[in-house]
């Protein structure tokens, strides 16, 4: 099983600026998985972060707003831009094989104030 | 599309209690079927899973059977504890892909 670590686990950021969060996995995985999930809310994707390719976003998310970078095979980040308080939200990275279980990061807990 | 719908929460009960919590799934081809549980501040972790019809997942007295003919995939604990307060989040994996779709999630408040 895949050892995720996520960070920052928490923050307080003004409206307008941007925040980056990032993702290191102990071991090489071939997607890496970014999603969203508000107060009270199940897990939206936000899109699926492959090594060496732009990543793919899910309807009613854009690169703008949250670009994603996968230099390699172990890490991943993701920007939320010019941020707004209907940002704040818990956000979660994770790892997949192909018809096996998801291992999740710890999360991020973005107050957007 | 695929698709996963779980009972509504929260749900509330008492030490030892018997637990159930509905999960029904919508799925072509013959996915794998998660149960995932969320502690307070922190991510989520795979509770128990199947991936093949009558199969029964199990882990830390938490049950869940693969059940086709009803597209469900139930679960269930006998006695509950305080420290099983979470939310629980009944998931399928689709055939051959790598996505895993999420139910709405039930939170759990296991009262002593």
């Known amino acids: 099983s895949a050892v995720i670590s996520q960070k920052p686990s928490r923050d307080i950021c003004q409206r307008g600026t941007s925040l980056t969060i990032q993702c290191q996995v102990d071991?090489?995985?071939?997607?890496m998985f970014w999603y969203r999930q508000q107060p009270g809310q199940s897990l939206t994707l936000i899109a699926t972060?492959?090594?060496?390719?732009?990543?793919?976003?899910e309807s009613g998310f854009v690169i703008d707003k949250f670009p994603i970078s996968r230099p390699n095979l172990t890490f991943s980040t993701l920007t939320v831009s010019n941020m707004s308080p209907e940002d704040s939200s818990i956000y979660l990275c994770s790892e997949q094989g192909a018809d096996t279980e998801a291992f999740f990061g710890q999360g991020t807990r973005l107050t957007v104030v | 599309g695929d698709s996963v719908t779980q009972m509504e929460g929260p749900v509330t009960l008492s030490e030892e209690a018997f637990l159930t919590i509905n999960c029904t799934y919508t799925?072509?081809?013959?996915?794998?079927l998660f149960w995932y549980v969320q502690y307070p501040g922190e991510g989520l972790q795979l509770l128990l899973k199947a991936t093949k019809a009558d199969d029964k997942g199990s882990n830390k007295g938490f049950e869940a059977t693969y059940r086709k003919e009803t597209t469900s995939f139930h679960l269930e604990k006998g006695s509950v504890q305080v420290s099983d307060s979470a939310v629980y989040f009944c998931?399928?994996?689709?055939?051959?892909?790598?996505?895993?779709?999420f139910g709405a999630g039930t939170r759990l408040f296991v009262k002593a």
């Open positions: 799925a072509t081809g013959y996915p794998s």
């Open positions: 071991s090489q995985v071939t997607m």
């Open positions: 972060a492959n090594q060496g390719s732009e990543a793919t976003y």
């Open positions: 998931a399928l994996g689709n055939t051959g892909g790598f996505k895993t779709i």
